[in-house]
């Protein structure tokens, strides 16, 4: 079982949304600096995770992404099932066909493995993620260094001496 680089980005990209909602609409060239996610790829995954309502666009100077939904209402079960990722463990996508056309004796084993990671994702929603204080502290880093990096007079010092406050 592996989830890939798709499920994680897009949780990614939606707990930033997230934690930035109130600043109004999040443009995703913000999301992918602060994230390290390519632009192409969002948009992407913005695409699967608008059809699926979890975001809507704004357009016009100022527009942005928004939340489709309450953060509390946005479970991160939903973020991966929207971009066609998979929590599956079972070798056979979960067909039972994984042994010369038949099922495997684990086969049962990973399929309920499969359903108890599904349903601990269902159980956290995107607020539980923004109300965790590790997160928070993430974030304000993230965005301290964003700043620094729009201010190229900073110099070395100043910027060493403003992470060390």
Known sequence: MRLTTKGRYAVTALLDLAIHANEGPVNLADISQRQGIS?????????KLR???LVCSIRGPGGGYRLGKKAQAIRIAQIIDAVNESVDATKCQGQGNCQQGETCL???????????????LSSISLADLIARSDIKRIAQMQDQRRGMLEQP???GARIAATFLQ
């Open 106 to 120: 684990t086969h049962h084993l990973w399929q309920d493995l499969s359903e108890q990671i599904h349903d601990f």
């Open 39 to 47: 632009l192409s790829y969002l948009e992407q995954l913005f695409a």
């Open 51 to 53: 059809r699926s309502e």
């Open 153 to 155: 007079e900073l110099d």
